[in-house]
């Protein structure tokens, strides 16, 4: 399934610039940065859960904000990008 992930954490404290470092550090072991709180994530359902709950031990639901997509379909189908893009097809092939 494709998820998108945004969030908006409080940075105003030092244990809000460490949610938000945490935050960004949970995305990125599930999938990839496309804006600086926006992550795209290819991944079935065990790790949607998995992902969502880490994500929910990490903020302050008082201070923050969380908002999980569910996209049904392709991600083509979903998403239009104008810009510099950083988008990364992981299923394409890869050249290191």
């Known amino acids: 399934m494709e998820v998108l992930v945004s969030y908006d954490v409080a940075t105003d404290t030092t244990a809000g610039r460490r949610r938000l470092r945490r935050a960004a550090q949970i995305c990125l072991s599930y999938g990839q ?3 600086q709180s926006v992550f795209e994530c290819s991944i079935n359902e065990m790790q949607y859960e998995q992902l969502r ?10 201070e923050d904000n969380l908002r999980i ?5 392709a991600r083509e189908q979903h998403v239009e990008a104008y810009g510099v893009s950083r988008y990364v097809d992981f299923n394409d092939s890869l050249v290191v």
């Not at 709950?53 to 008082?62: A, F, G």
């Not at 997509?69 to 379909?73: F, K, P």
């Open 33 to 35: 940065r496309v804006q």
């Open 53 to 62: 709950d880490r994500l929910l031990k990490c903020i302050d639901k008082e």
């Open 69 to 73: 997509y569910r996209l049904i379909g």
